[in-house]
């Protein structure tokens, strides 16, 4: 019992990671990093998870120029990867990939808005630590 409620404690000391300054707010925005292997169908989505939550604190900054370009990461890396991530939950990883589209739209448009682009990588993160369905 001791065993389990430490590795408890530890897992959620490791969950949770602070990035950049909230959006015009001065406050601290809480990103929340989960071990991905444990916790999607479609495996380890860290890799990708990562591109988001730099793509996302570099709109924290107003950086959108520099968001727009670390997605193309995400876009490269994504595509590369979905002839092993697909099969492993079809319905998941559609519904990933359509955040990832809309994250993209949002960051391309010819004049993005920072509260769009960090709505659309938001619900992009929630989306990829939601990917715990069934095939």
């Given at each position: 019992m001791k065993s389990l409620r430490t590795a408890w404690t530890a897992g959620a000391v490791a969950a949770l990671t602070l990035v950049g300054p909230g959006l015009n707010t001065g406050r601290p925005t809480l990103y929340f990093v989960i071990p991905a292997a444990a916790a999607s169908t479609l495996g380890d989505l860290s890799p990708f998870r990562l591109i988001v939550v730099d793509a996302a604190a570099l709109v924290d900054r107003g950086d959108l120029a520099g968001a727009k370009a670390r997605i193309k990461d995400?876009?490269?890396s994504w595509d590369e990867a979905e002839p092993s991530l697909k099969p492993?939950?079809?319905r998941e990883w559609h519904v990933v990939d359509r955040a990832i589209d809309r994250a993209f739209a949002t960051l391309r448009a010819s004049e993005p808005d920072s509260?769009?682009?960090?709505?659309s990588l938001g619900d992009l993160l929630t989306a990829m630590d939601g990917a715990h369905g069934s095939t």
């Open positions: 995400l876009e490269t492993r939950s079809p509260t769009a682009c960090k709505q």
